[in-house]
Antibody, heavy 121, light 107 residues
């Protein structure tokens, strides 16, 4: 059974940092690109960042470019999102989601349950 | 940047009725890059359709997708109580983007 489990969310101050993790199981982790998708309270879905299965290619939304860094450790079946220079508008539930493909970002066929990030002073 | 616009914002229907949700792209896109998701309150999104018209694993055949160019639709025939949720379309050419969602509400 494919499972994705996010952790690392919490309260951060504006300008602060957080590191999210997503631990995967039930599939060959390195064979799939993985994305972070966020959802602000009561709002729609916003794709944030993605990384290819090998980790060689990363993709970021303009809203987080230069502030967030996606990475993965295929030996640990774990995805990361380093979030720096946090802003109030980064407050959201952050999901990790598996792509059906290994390269690029395609449709997302499995999702975790999310970890909540709140940016507030 | 290609923008996806979903309509209507809210669709109120009764169980047993059919539903058609639309997703318009601001530029023509290949149907290969269009996916649909369902999200129920308190749950993560679930992939319904990919490549515009292919059902994801385990999705019942009352869900169907179609479209080309700038106009795509998700059709649900014979609504079941568990189908009332929010639906999102997604374009995953280059950097992915989602539509703003359509809420399918019980009438």
């Amino acid at each position: 059974e494919v499972q994705l489990l996010e952790s690392g969310g919490g309260l951060a101050q504006p300008g602060g940092s957080l590191r999210l993790s997503c631990t995967a199981s039930g599939f060959t982790f390195s064979s799939h690109a993985i994305s972070w998708v966020r959802q602000a309270p009561g709002k729609g879905l916003e794709w944030v960042s993605g990384i290819s299965g090998s980790g060689s290619d990363t993709y970021d939304a303009d809203s987080v470019k230069g502030r967030f860094t996606i990475s993965r450790d295929n030996s640990k079946n774990t995805l990361y999102l380093q979030m720096n220079s946090l802003r109030a508008e980064d407050t959201a539930l952050y999901y990790c989601a598996r792509s059906r493909c290994s390269n690029g970002i395609c449709e997302l066929d499995y999702w975790g349950q999310g970890t909540l990030v709140t940016v507030s002073s | 940047e290609i923008v996806l616009t979903q309509s209507p914002g809210t669709l109120s229907l009764s169980p047993g009725e059919g539903a058609t949700l639309s997703c318009r792209a601001s530029q023509s896109v290949s149907s290969s890059y269009i996916a649909w998701y369902q999200q129920k309150p308190g749950q993560a999104p679930r992939l319904l359709m990919y490549s515009a018209s292919s059902r994801a694993t385990g999705i019942p055949d009352r869900f169907s997708g179609s479209g080309a160019g700038t106009y795509f639709t998700l059709t649900i025939s014979r609504l079941e109580p568990e189908d009332f949720a929010v639906y999102y379309c997604q374009l995953h050419r280059n950097l992915p983007t989602f539509g703003q969602g359509t809420k399918l509400a019980i009438k």
